[in-house]
């Protein structure tokens, strides 16, 4: 069994170890393979690229204000916060120190970022003021609600946790349908009007959907998408496809409502993809921005 500190660490190397991180690089095109229809998906692009730096990035999100943050990680628990605008140009806002950062960012309607980093949670003033709420758990994914409610996924007590808005108190309100192993829960989504919640099972390679009640109350588990390669990212769009990436396999898949899955084969031009949203105000709604050891990727997910 893992303990906390060196699941993190060893899922951080094991994804450094294929990626060469002295620079975040300018990522070529993805080539995108047909899925079980034989369709093609889509063609992926690269975003943005920021130079002299060693830290991969490990989760992106939006502002809801034209803005996207970048949060990048190390080993040692350092990282950054940068600011990306829709041209591309980013600008680093603040340094982290002490915290090892996962893949689960999120804005709420105020602008706070919210950062799942381990054995804490960040909350990000948008003046930069950072306020550390430490937990019993591993905070891996954070998301949140339309109602504002703050979700996170411990990607080692396999389980989810639900603030009702703040910080002070959490209750369990889900746990993945696997278990026996460490990083099984690893990824958190709603769909559009937040009716369902969707988890991503890494170590049982599935994608789980509750309903999910006014209340935060979730209904019982459906598992809707099975059989994929330790899917790590999470992301609905609002045609309800649902689109998962592999930290491992180095691919993303989109899921129709039957279960049908297509993938973007990124053999050679992606490296590691693991926090994913898709855009927000100021960029392509339509499109998956992915965070990877080399930078953001955008995927277009026409």
């Not at 105000?281 to 965070?291: I, T």
Request: aromatic fraction near 6%; charge should be neutral.
């Amino acid at each position: 069994m893992f303990s906390r500190a060196r699941g993190t660490v060893e899922t951080r190397k094991a994804l450094i170890a294929v990626a060469s991180l002295a620079v975040l690089l300018l990522v070529s095109a993805v080539g995108c393979s047909a899925g079980s229809h034989g369709a093609k998906v889509g063609a992926a692009e690269s975003f943005v690229a920021l130079a002299a730096t060693q830290n991969p990035a490990y989760a992106v999100a939006f502002d809801h204000r034209g803005g996207m943050f970048m949060v990048l990680g190390d080993n040692y628990g350092n990282g950054n916060v940068y600011r990306v605008a829709p041209s591309g140009k980013a600008t680093k806002l603040l340094d982290i120190k002490g915290s090892f950062i996962g893949p689960g960012a999120d804005v709420d309607a105020a602008g706070n970022l919210y950062v799942a980093a381990g054995d804490r949670i960040l909350e990000i003033k948008p003046k930069g003021k950072v306020e550390t709420t430490l937990v019993s758990y591993h905070a891996f994914d954070l998301r949140i609600d339309c109602q504002g409610r703050i979700y996170v996924a411990d990607d080692v007590g396999n389980a989810v946790h639900r603030y009702a808005g703040d910080l002070r108190s959490s209750q369990v309100v889900a746990r993945g349908e696997s278990s026996g192993a460490p990083f099984t829960l690893t990824g958190i989504a709603f769909d559009r009007t937040c009716e369902h919640i969707y988890l991503a099972e890494s170590s049982a390679g599935q994608v789980v959907r509750y309903a999910l009640g006014t209340n935060g109350r979730v209904g019982k588990p459906e598992v809707v998408a099975s059989g994929l390669t330790a899917p790590t990212g999470i992301a609905v769009d609002d045609q309800g496809m649902i689109w998962v990436d592999s930290s491992s396999g180095n691919t993303v898949a989109r899921i129709s409502a039957d279960g049908a899955q297509e993938l973007f084969d990124g053999a050679g031009k992606i490296t590691g993809p693991i926090g994913m949203k898709l855009g927000d105000e100021g960029f392509d709604r339509a499109s998956l921005y992915l965070a990877t050891p080399l930078g953001i990727v955008k995927v277009e997910a026409g």
